[in-house]
């Protein structure tokens, strides 16, 4: 009994032996954590932020490894403080990959350095995540990314106070102030691998801010990710293509003032409220925007744009405002679509310049369409239009079959060459003060005329030159003068666009403009008419009864007509029989009812049984033969033109 007894215990002794040596080749075998990762995981553990820079003058001496990180985002590392991972300055050399991983805590790692690649495809972040004035000198995978919160790449704030230091010199309140313009940023100078601007706090303050943008020097990709905040990227800078295509993010994609030198594409992505590209600038000549079939819940803000190359905005869907004000499309070569967008409430393009060519073929906006001051600049001709557009379209601004159901306003605006708004369909239309094309563009191959507009319907229809309008009778003759040069000098001849014009001045009470704008019709018609005869009947009806809208000409001409007649019966004609001619009023009563029964062929009055041609006057049987004729001819062509048989 006391062997077996001894024999248990030496096995305990001999189990705890083994358990202390493992324990301590285990220990052996972990990595020693830096000094860098041992203020990290303090400052973690207290739920402060660690800046690097600010601990460790040696830039060497802010490196931390790629496993800590990792061990410290995913849970290995136990007491990390709900404020969360909170990094700055750090450098990371080699590639983090946290590819379908879950990251728990609150992450911000701002102002680091990223030398390698960093791939967080399908990765989970459960808090926000911030990368605010890092520099990504790798590509960034960001596929099928899941944030429950925002991710932010907005620019970091360095300073407020100058004198600013950039490393290599200091900048001064005095220096930044004596600088002119309001452009933002100021001044932008490169430290080492990261960039620095200077920026004016607010448009003609005296304040300044010094930043470090976000930078990425290779490719970012976000395809298909899941942002449940918001995705914001103010002044970030990126230097390689940007792919976001079927992005969802439930709250605003905000990237004002960023800069792309590549390609940009969010082809099919889900904004849940705005998506703003505020001062943006798309300046390198392969910067291309696609922004089709993008579902928009909020606005659409894109107020002091630059675009260099294409951009595509084809059926995209706007649930609130599209704000293109002072939005510069500089591609000369590069078209710019908005076919088919969806705007839910309105659409501003006030004071946009549109180098290229331009369509809004389809587009429906159920507010105002507004292009005050909007410059069309394209002039390319139509064999060049084919290439560059691949043949979508062929005018350098179309505007074909849009609908707005507001008012379309293109006040001082000015076109460089062809446009189109066949088929369109507009409340209220607004052509005051336009700059229209130079007419000589006329005789292009391919394009009839500058101005399309068969098919376009609308309310109501101004063209002025007065800022206010009141409706008044004068303006209402200048525009109707203003909107029939026009259709006569750049638009080809089509019916229903005269007859829509007369039919809006007539609904504003104004029959003789309505009535002009008739007339200009059929000299237009005849114009057209290769037919001698058409030309004869349209001078006939025009002088006789103004195609049926003066039909007093007729009168006038009839009772020319029967005056004369009544003055040749004095001279020529005289009683029956050689009677001596009756007193002179009965005479005379006799000469005019004797032209007049002769004129009008329905009457018998039996007057010309009292009156016969004096002797030797063959010329009055002449005449009365001639009189009687051009009744036959005028009177049923004035009885139908009061009738409204004839137009």
């Not at 032996?17 to 000094?35: E, I, M, V, Y």
């Not at 039919?503 to 059929?522: C, D, S, W």
């Amino acid at each position: 009994m006391k062997a077996r007894r001894f024999l248990m215990l030496w096995n305990a002794v001999l189990s705890v032996g083994c358990l202390c040596l493992t324990g301590q080749a285990r220990a052996s075998d972990a990595p020693q954590l830096s000094a860098a990762e041992l203020y990290v995981l303090e400052q973690a553990t207290n739920g402060s932020v660690a800046d690097l820079a600010a601990n460790f003058s040696s830039k060497s001496n802010q490196v931390i490894g790629v496993a800590f990180l990792i061990d410290l985002l995913t849970g290995g590392k136990k007491g990390v403080h709900p404020n969360g991972v909170r990094i700055k300055n750090a450098i990371i050399e080699e590639t983090l990959n946290l590819r379908n991983l879950e990251v728990i805590p609150q992450l911000q790692l701002e102002c680091c350095w990223f030398k390698k690649d960093v791939d967080l495809a399908a990765t989970h972040f459960h808090r926000g995540v911030s990368f605010g004035g890092s520099v990504f000198s790798g590509w960034v995978d960001a596929t099928e990314i899941k944030a429950d919160s925002s991710l932010t790449l907005n620019a970091c704030l360095i300073s407020r106070e100058p004198p600013f230091d950039l490393r290599t010199t200091n900048i001064t309140l005095a220096q930044l102030q004596s600088l002119s313009g309001n452009q933002n940023p100021v001044l932008v100078a490169k430290s080492h691998e990261a960039t620095y601007e200077i920026w004016r706090n607010e448009e003609g303050d005296k304040s300044f801010s010094l930043y470090r943008p976000t930078q990425f020097d290779a490719e970012f990709k976000s395809r298909n990710g899941t942002i449940q905040g918001n995705l914001e990227g103010w002044a970030a800078r990126f230097r390689g293509p940007l792919k976001g295509d079927g992005l969802k993010v439930d709250g605003t994609i905000y990237l004002d003032s960023a800069s792309f030198a590549e390609q940009v594409s969010f082809g099919y992505a889900t904004v849940g409220k705005d998506f703003s590209l505020e001062a943006a600038r798309f300046s390198a000549a392969n910067s291309k925007l696609n922004c089709f079939g993008v579902r928009v819940g909020g606005s659409l803000r894109l107020l002091w744009a630059n675009f260099a190359d294409a951009v595509d905005f084809e059926n995209t869907q706007v649930a609130n405002n599209l704000n293109a004000h002072n939005a510069r499309f500089a591609g000369a070569t590069s078209p710019v679509s908005f076919r088919g967008m969806a705007v839910g409430h309105s659409a501003y393009f006030n004071d946009a310049t549109f180098a290229g060519p331009v369509n809004f073929i389809l587009g429906h906006v159920k507010g105002n369409f507004e292009a005050r001051r909007a410059r069309f600049l394209n002039t390319n001709d139509f064999k060049e239009l084919r290439k560059f557009t691949l043949d979508k379209f062929t005018f350098n601004a179309d505007f074909g079959s849009m609908k707005a159901g507001g008012f379309a306003i293109f006040e001082k605006a000015s076109f460089a060459r062809a446009i189109s708004f066949r088929n369109a369909s507009l409340a209220d239309l607004y052509f005051d003060s336009v700059d229209w094309p130079d007419i000589n563009f006329a005789s292009d191959p391919g394009l009839t005329n500058l101005l399309r507009i068969e098919g376009m319907t609308y309310q109501r229809i101004r063209s002025i030159s007065e800022e206010h309008y009141v409706h008044s009778k004068a303006q209402l003759r200048e525009s109707c003068s203003n909107l029939t040069g026009v259709i006569a000098r750049y638009s080809p001849y089509n019916f229903d666009t005269y007859d829509n014009l007369e039919k809006y001045f007539r609904r504003e009470g104004e029959p003789k403009l309505a009535n002009q704008i008739f007339l200009e019709h059929k000299h237009r018609e005849m114009a057209l008419s290769s037919s001698q005869w058409d030309r004869v009947w349209y001078w006939i009806l025009r002088l006789t009864i103004g195609h049926g809208r003066e039909p007093w000409k007729a009168v006038v001409v009839s009772a020319g007509l029967v005056l004369i007649g009544f003055l040749c019966a004095l001279q020529w004609m005289q009683e029956k029989g050689g009677k001596p001619n009756p007193r002179w009023p009965v005479h005379l009563a006799n000469c005019f009812f004797y032209s007049v029964d002769c004129f009008v062929p329905l009457l018998r009055w039996k007057v010309e049984d009292r009156l016969e041609p004096k002797p030797n006057c063959e010329a009055a049987a002449i005449y009365f033969y001639v009189h009687k004729t051009l009744g036959l001819i005028f009177v049923p062509i004035w009885t139908a033109a009061l009738t409204g048989l004839i137009r």
